[in-house]
């Protein structure tokens, strides 16, 4: 009982974390979401206008459903905005559709992080579907076969390590699409700083995320090399 305690502790924990900023989010994104842009364009007219600027003409912009469900998908060339940013005509419709546009940017350029986190979504998949059994009866067997509990450790680590290449990712993305907002003069100064703000709370997700499952992966090694000793 007392692994699946610290388990508990940790997951609360970030739990809470990730509810906070979470909230925050989307306390911003409505808020800013009211904030009418001054040049009058939509998400989607935002998103074609940097597509094109950066000489990007083979990704396609589409609406999906639901909120802040925004994404590039580097496999399709899509840049797939929620309903809400590829009608809206907002700041934060503004700042959401650029962000992903500067992953379309990124693709175009081959930016690095971007290739291996691609590289690493097959991998990360089969992980995903087979780490909470693994490392269950890693811990059920770990006086009998304790590399079972080594080997789910090691298949979480991967989905660590894509949490880690996740986050220059984003951060690189919303660095792209705030320099382009800037010089395209698509916003005011105060615009500006409210887009910024909005990226940055929208990257701290990842960064919680990223450091829960750090946080995680050195508890499953603590109880291995625990029980090894």
Known sequence: MGYYYGYYVIFGIFMLISWLVGNTLKRRFKEYSKITLQSGLSGRDVAEKMLHENN??????VSVAGQLSDHYNPLTKTVNLSEGVYNGRSVASAAVAAHECGHAVQHATAYSFLKLRTALVPVVNVSSNLIQWV???GI????????LLLF???LFAITTLFSFITLPVEFDASRRALAWIDNSGLTSGQEHAKAANAL????STYVVAALASLATLLYYIWIFMGRRN
Do not use: E
Not at 200 to 203: D, E, F, H, S
């Open 152 to 154: 789910g450790i090691g």
């Open 56 to 61: 990007i003409y083979d990704v396609k912009i």
């Open 135 to 137: 490392l269950l009866g």
């Open 140 to 147: 059920l067997l770990i006086n009998i076969f304790p590399y």
């Open 200 to 203: 940055k709370w929208a990257a």
